[in-house]
């Protein structure tokens, strides 16, 4: 497997110099996550230069990450506008020299895609979710790029059970999974038994993965059940068998460290590097 990062990245694309690449070569990473604000607006020139100034210092897109419209929403010209958007940036991600490009289910809260909110996995919602999935998945095969579906607790995809029907349920061989595992740990359970949790997420969809994040988690000493995203070397997650189980299902595949300030990532990068070495791995080149 090899190491990225979501993250050390600007999000303006005209920031992205020779600096930028090198920071994040010289920080062990050879992916980083491409943020796009606007994917629409983004042309194809911009995005080959952004991929030659990254491979100059050996550093490639891991995956192309735009930004649109939810895919669930109940606004039919806002689902096909998430729809129109996210079939434009699997052209981008082609233009950045990536395979893939990551997909976020949405939402019904209107404040934010990874909230929870009322009818989040009702019939109607997965069903509009494998509609916007279909119309998408043509564009990916066409530009010979794939379509990483990333879910969590809060989200339409709940479960693991859950993603997997999606994506078969789609039927694309352009639709596969983004394994962030620690989304889906939802319960006390899983939180104290993440080596068990991790072999039945990674049976049920290593054969989907195509990328992963890694990060950790923690159980809050609380009244009610509160299970936290920490940086990785910070929780409780099996961290050597996720690694594992990654390079046996995905072994040319990123996984990236996500969610940390810049500052923050080159402690988590040693975390993730002695998790490495205890599973008896190394990073690919």
């Not at 992205?16 to 070569?25: L, N, P, S, T, Y």
């Not at 995005?47 to 891991?62: D, K, Q």
């Not at 059940?225 to 990785?232: N, Q, R």
Request: proline content about 6%; aromatic content about 6%.
């Amino acid at each position: 497997m090899r190491a990225g990062v979501a993250g050390m990245f600007p999000l303006d694309l005209s920031l992205v110099d020779e600096g930028v690449a090198q920071r994040i070569r010289q920080a062990g990473f050879t992916g980083v996550s491409a943020v796009l604000r606007d994917p629409e607006a983004c042309t194809e020139e911009e995005l080959v230069r952004v991929r030659e100034v990254l491979a100059g210092a050996g550093v490639t897109v891991a995956h192309a990450n735009p930004l649109y419209e939810r895919l669930v929403d109940t606004d039919e010209e806002k689902r096909q506008a998430g729809v129109r958007a996210l079939r434009y940036s699997c052209r981008c991600t082609r233009w950045l020299g990536s395979s893939i490009t990551h997909v976020r289910p949405g939402s019904l809260n209107p404040r934010g895609h990874w909230l929870p909110y009322p009818g989040n996995t009702s019939p109607e919602t997965i069903d509009r979710l494998i509609r916007s999935l279909r119309e998408t998945a043509s564009a990916a095969e066409e530009e010979g790029v794939v379509l990483a579906l990333e879910g969590g607790v809060p989200s339409p995809l709940d479960t693991m059970e859950r993603v997997r029907y999606v994506i078969e349920a789609v039927g694309s061989p352009a639709v596969r999974f983004n394994m962030d595992a620690v989304n889906f740990v939802g319960s006390l359970d899983d939180a104290f038994d993440t080596t068990s949790f991790l072999h039945r997420i990674f049976d049920l969809l290593g054969e989907y993965t195509v990328c992963g994040h890694i990060k950790d988690t923690r159980v809050d000493e609380m009244l009610t059940l509160h299970i936290s995203e920490c940086a990785p070397g910070d929780g409780i997650m099996d961290l050597p068998t996720y690694l594992r189980r990654f390079e046996a299902a995905c072994p040319d595949g990123f996984v990236l460290i996500e969610h940390l300030p810049d500052k923050e990532i080159p402690r988590a990068k040693r975390a993730v590097d002695a998790a490495l070495a205890q599973a008896g791995l190394t990073w690919r080149e």
